[in-house]
């Protein structure tokens, strides 16, 4: 399996970032249709959790069903575990947990890839998962 370009990476990242700002749109429409704004600490933080939900839901779903998003379909990446099978559920719940803490935390687990001797993200070598580049069609 081969390592993923650092270009490539950062692309994927930004295009997905496009698509996780439009689903939280939608969901931010839904939100407030139901339960309108949050105006107090306690709706802010419930509507703090329920984005990051809506997000897991993504991408636990997408993980588990292909191992791709839209964008790593666009950007022919593919994420399995370490063996070449899918994830299972629980690994893509461990490594969505994960990866949010790194964001939380300046993306120092993304940031380990650059350094990592396979350039697996810190979460990957948490969860046993790693992102392979599909070949072209």
């Not at 897991?56 to 379909?73: H, P």
């Amino acid at each position: 399996m081969n390592s993923i370009s650092l270009f490539k990476r950062i692309a994927c990242m930004l295009y997905e970032s496009i698509l996780v700002f439009a689903i939280l749109f939608v969901a931010g429409v839904v939100y407030r249709a139901l339960m309108g704004d949050p105006h107090s600490d306690f709706e802010q933080h419930l509507f703090f959790m329920y984005s990051w939900l809506i997000i897991g839901v993504y991408f636990v779903y997408c993980w588990v069903k292909s191992g791709q998003t839209l964008a790593m379909q666009t950007w022919r990446i593919q994420l399995l575990r370490l063996d070449g099978n899918p994830l299972s559920l629980g690994q893509a719940v461990r490594r969505y947990v994960i990866a949010s803490f790194s964001l939380m935390f300046f993306g120092l687990g993304f940031l380990w890839a650059i350094f990592d001797r396979e350039g697996l993200y810190l979460h990957d070598r948490f969860t046993g998962s790693r992102l392979v580049e599909l070949p072209k069609k």
